[in-house]
């Protein structure tokens, strides 16, 4: 059974920064590319970046710069350390991979 756990998240100024992670199991990990997503109040899921099994990553224009994907094989986690967040980064942030297996999804609001 595939299970993606989520944790972090939370309220945070403009200019702040938050990190969030994504536990996996029930997959060969190391094998697998890992995505996380995003969906704001009356829009649609967007993918934020990606890191492929051999550490390679991709990042939507919006975030790049700003936002850094990561994977632990050993652990089988997946991070994503989000820098400088902006009002525009409210979210709620989902971890990906397959076509099939998402995580709980964690609320990310950015506001003073």
């Known amino acids: 059974q595939v299970q993606l756990v989520q944790s972090g998240g939370g309220l945070v100024q403009p200019g702040g920064s938050l990190r969030l992670s994504c536990a996996a199991s029930?997959?060969?990990?190391?094998?697998?590319?890992m995505n996380w997503y995003r969906q704001a109040p009356g829009k649609q899921r967007e993918l934020v970046a990606t890191?492929?099994?051999?550490?390679?990553?991709n990042y939507a224009d919006s975030v790049k710069g700003r936002f850094a994907i990561t994977r632990d094989n050993a652990r089988t986690t997946v991070a994503l350390q989000m820098n400088s967040l902006q009002p525009e980064d409210t979210a709620i942030y989902f971890c990906?991979?397959?076509?099939?297996?998402w995580g709980q999804g964690t609320q990310v609001t950015v506001s003073s």
């Open positions: 029930g997959i060969a990990f190391n094998y697998y590319t």
């Open positions: 990906n991979t397959g076509c099939c297996y």
């Open positions: 890191i492929t099994s051999d550490g390679t990553t």
